[in-house]
Antibody, heavy 121, light 111 residues
């Protein structure tokens, strides 16, 4: 069974850091690019970051550039998101998702169940 | 932040046909990038409904169909069922942002 399981979310104070993890199973993780997508409470989906299969290419939404770092460990079938200098507006459910399809036309599949990050003092 | 614009809500009676529009620009849909559609049932993660503008993954009923023209795309649901009540999002790639963009989301209500 194809599965993505996120972990590492929690309550954190503004300005602090948090590291999210995503464990993949049931598919050839090292064949696929991966994404992080977030959804603030009651809001729309927002793409956060992507990483190519070999970590050679990464991308970020402007609002997290310089603060978030995406990485992966293919030997551990794991994806990570290091989040620094967190702000209240980073509060959201963070999903990891696979990148199915080719190049920029890939789509987000499969999805994990999400891990909740709350930034508050 | 460039986004794809969707109507906030659409509704229809069981059995009816509803459509959801997704309006982009020359840097995303109009640039030729594919549009994908996701269904998000209450309290669950999104699920791909349509990929590559008009393709259905296995297991998705043929009541769902997608199309794209110019700078816009549409999702149609025919034979609306109660289980179709959910939020729907379009998604594409934006060359000016060098990143992926989602639509503003549409809540579908079955009357």
């Amino acid at each position: 069974e194809v599965q993505l399981v996120e972990s590492g979310g929690g309550l954190v104070q503004p300005g602090r850091s948090l590291r999210l993890s995503c464990a993949a199973s049931g598919f050839s993780f090292d064949d696929y690019a991966m994404h992080w997508v977030r959804q603030a409470p009651g809001k729309r989906l927002e793409w956060v970051s992507s990483i190519s299969w070999n970590s050679g290419s990464v991308g970020y939404v402007d609002s997290v550039k310089g603060r978030f770092t995406i990485s992966r460990d293919n030997a551990k079938n794991s994806l990570y998101l290091e989040m620094n200098n967190l702000r209240a507006e980073d509060t959201a459910l963070y999903y990891c998702a696979g990148a199915y399809g080719s190049g920029s036309d890939n789509w987000f599949d499969p999805w994990g169940q999400g891990t909740l990050v709350i930034v508050s003092s | 932040q460039s986004v794809l614009t969707q109507p906030p809500s659409v509704s229809g009676a069981p059995g009816q046909r509803v459509t959801i529009s997704c309006t982009g620009s020359s840097s995303n849909i109009g640039a030729g990038y594919d549009v994908h559609w996701f269904q998000q049932l209450p309290g669950t993660a999104p699920k791909v409904l349509i990929y590559g503008n008009s393709n259905r993954p296995s297991g998705v009923p043929d009541r769902f169909s997608g199309s794209k023209s110019g700078t816009s795309a549409s999702l149609a649901i025919t034979g609306l069922q109660a289980e179709d009540e959910a939020d729907y999002y379009c998604q594409s790639y934006d060359s000016s942002l060098s990143g992926y963009v989602f639509g503003t989301g549409t809540e579908v209500t079955v009357l």
